[in-house]
Each structure stands twice: as C-alpha cells, then as structure tokens.
C-alpha cells in the first residue's frame, strides 16, 4: 500500500500563487508515475499534471500548461504543484494520485490522497 498525503491549499486572490506537495509513504517503489487531479463543485475530475519518475516526463491539461508546474524530489517521496497566475476556475480539490504504471492523466492511478482545497477569489 501507499499513503499519500496532501498540504499547501489555501485561499489566494486571483494573480497569485500556492504551492501544493504530496509526500508519500509505505510502498513507495510503487510511485512511478504521480500527479495531480482536482475536482471542483459540481463538476466531474480532471486531470491537471503528472510526473514519471523512470523518464522524468511530464505532462499537463490544457487548462493549466503554461502556469502550473509539476516537479518531484523521490530522495523525499514527494511530489510539488507549482501554481502561477492563479484564477477562480482554478478552485476545487486538489488530490494526488500515483500508480506504478498507469499514466495518471487515465484519473485511474492507483492510490489517492485526501485532497487539498485551493480557493481562489476573484
């Protein structure tokens, strides 16, 4: 099994910027690829950014490329959301996923964290 535990939401005006990191722990060897998933009020999950440990790969959704940035530190177990030029769509839970294997953008990862609210005000 692998815990995985999310700290950094908060409230921020829009402009601004929150870094979001998820440290794992137990079954680490089974992290290769993490990332991050958020689900605001209301509407369905959606895939933000993800990293592979293997290859250092990452990949980020539309709506997020160019301002959010998705960094790993595995000496830590732990996974980083850099968010930039926030905006109100940006508000919603944010969970961290990791899965040996499965790319996380499937939103079928493996194991879950709790989440994390980040707010942004207009």
């Known amino acids: 099994q692998v815990q995985l535990v999310e700290s950094g939401g908060g409230l921020v005006q829009a402009g601004g910027s929150l870094r979001l990191s998820c440290v794992a722990s137990?079954?680490?060897?089974?992290?290769?690829?993490m990332g991050w998933i958020r689900q605001a009020p209301g509407k369905e999950r959606e895939f933000v950014a993800a990293?592979?440990?293997?290859?250092?790969?990452?990949l980020y959704g539309d709506s997020v490329k160019g301002r959010f940035t998705i960094s790993r530190d595995d000496a830590k177990n732990t996974v980083y959301l850099q968010m930039n030029s926030l905006k109100p769509d940006d508000t919603a839970v944010y969970y961290c996923?990791?899965?040996?294997?499965?790319?996380?953008?499937?939103?079928?990862?493996?194991?879950w964290g709790q989440g994390t609210q980040v707010t942004v005000s207009s």
């Open positions: 990293v592979s440990r293997s290859d250092g790969s990452t």
């Open positions: 137990g079954r680490t060897f089974d992290t290769n690829n």
């Open positions: 996923s990791a899965d040996p294997l499965r790319n996380i953008a499937t939103l079928k990862g493996l194991y």
